[in-house]
């Protein structure tokens, strides 16, 4: 089946430094990928849509500034989160439709981050 | 309201039993629906699709009521690996789009 892999799995980082987190579709191309996130006993949240070849989209309450979206190939999304907070710690997970049933979703095994 | 509500758990059952989650969702152009399992600490993994007409895979039967925006899942003669969170999914009528439910906690237990 389709898989979806995410760099790193893992990361520790001081307040005010920026993270890079990489999404890649190994096996499919995808246009679209979906960045969440997920704190602890609470559902994953969308933050934003990464659009191969054009601007990411937002969710409502989410600072694009600060959660910098770059989907650069139709394999590879990044998400960097900007200024780092400890409030920013959480699960990012990323996520791919896969063709031709696009609301079929395989997701990035998250990354775990967290601010110090 | 929640987009997406589901039962909040945990459900505690002893190995063997049959166990039924619930889920009713806001959005009428909702047209997919899903469920996922999300172990501790992984990322979601899809468990089965919902159609309107029903649908079984093995131990795992799902049923969709269009008119009353209600989502079920049905578990029978749970296993020990059945334990996880199981999160009710939806689309948000949008691009792909999908509204998860903050999920039900199953513990199977001997």
């Known amino acids: 089946g389709a898989v979806v892999s995410q760099h790193p799995s893992w990361v520790i980082c001081k307040s005010g430094t920026s993270v890079k987190i990489e999404c890649r579709s190994l096996?499919?191309?995808?246009?679209?990928m979906f960045w969440y996130r997920q704190f602890p006993k609470q559902s994953l949240m969308l933050m934003a849509t990464s659009n191969e070849g054009s601007k990411a989209t937002y969710e409502q309450g989410v600072e694009k500034d600060k959660f910098l979206i770059n989907h650069a190939s139709l394999t590879l999304s990044t998400l960097t989160v900007t200024s780092a907070h400890p409030e920013d710690s959480s699960f990012y997970i990323c996520?791919?439709?896969?063709?031709?049933?696009?609301?079929?979703?395989?997701f990035g095994p998250g990354t775990r981050l967290t601010v110090t | 309201r929640k987009e997406v509500e589901q039962d909040p758990g945990p459900f505690n059952v002893p190995e063997g039993a049959t166990v039924a989650f619930n889920c009713t969702y806001s959005?009428?152009?909702?047209?997919?629906f899903f469920w996922y399992r999300q172990d501790c600490r992984k990322e979601p993994k899809l468990l089965m699709s919902?159609?309107?007409s029903g649908n079984e895979d093995g131990r795992f039967t799902a049923q969709l009521n269009r008119a009353s925006q209600y989502i079920s899942l049905l578990i029978r003669d749970s296993k020990l690996s059945d334990s996880a969170t199981y999160l009710c999914v939806v689309d948000t009528g949008t691009a792909s789009k999908l509204t998860f439910g903050t999920g039900t906690r199953l513990q199977v237990t001997l």
């Open positions: 919902v159609y309107s």
């Open positions: 996520s791919a439709p896969t063709p031709p049933v696009n609301y079929e979703q395989y």
């Open positions: 096996d499919f191309q995808a246009t679209t």
């Open positions: 959005n009428s152009a909702s047209q997919s």
